[in-house]
């Protein structure tokens, strides 16, 4: 039997790594219109079934305002700056580009796209799937295991890190732990002491 690779796209995470990578060389057509998200989104994925031959696929979006961590925590992502608006209007554009492709978008209120990807990689994986999780996001690495890896789009291509990758990245001996190790840290992009 064929082995079956699901590729869980973090939508929102992949388009702003595609829009501030040309932040400096901006794409416009001929409109005058920021292209840069989509065509770097596109991009992304067209070169990530070419080289990874997926058998399955699905980009998750985070929901339109607030989640269940803001419940938790009031300032929760308080300090991040607006979301730009050539980025705010690549989001459709892109989801009917993803729609066009037929690839299933997932978006489930009052939970972040890291959630739903982690439910549905530790669902697929149960089931046999190899499970790889697109996003440039640190937080992604407690959630890889034998059959779950991060497919980690970063400036010099892209990493995919098993759980020997997570141990060695983070020093210490199990994914699991990267739990503590940002618990410790904090995160100050999402205004976590």
């Known amino acids: 039997m064929d082995e079956k690779k699901l590729f869980l796209i973090d939508g929102h995470a992949v388009l702003y790594r595609s829009y501030y990578a040309f932040i400096n060389n901006p794409r416009v057509n001929s409109k005058g219109v920021n292209t840069s998200a989509v ?107 034998d059959s779950i890896y991060m497919y980690r789009l970063g400036h010099n291509g892209v990493d995919i890190m098993g759980p020997k990758q997570v141990a060695a990245k983070f020093s210490i001996q199990r994914p699991e732990q990267v739990i503590d190790l940002l618990g410790l840290w904090g995160d100050s992009s999402d205004n976590i002491p």
């Open 39 to 145: 065509f770097g989104f596109v991009n992304t994925i067209y070169e990530m079934i070419r080289s990874q031959k997926p058998t399955h696929i699905g980009v998750v979006f985070d929901p339109k305002g607030k989640t269940f961590r803001h419940q938790m925590y009031e300032n929760y992502k308080a300090n991040r700056q607006a979301t730009p608006e050539d980025l705010k209007a690549a989001i459709p554009e892109v989801i009917e580009i993803i729609n066009a492709m037929n690839i299933p978008v997932v978006q489930v209120e009052g939970y972040e796209a890291d959630d739903v990807i982690g439910t549905l990689a530790k669902q697929a994986a149960r089931k046999g799937f190899m499970v790889y999780m697109v996003t440039p996001d640190k937080d992604y690495a407690q959630l890889v295991e």
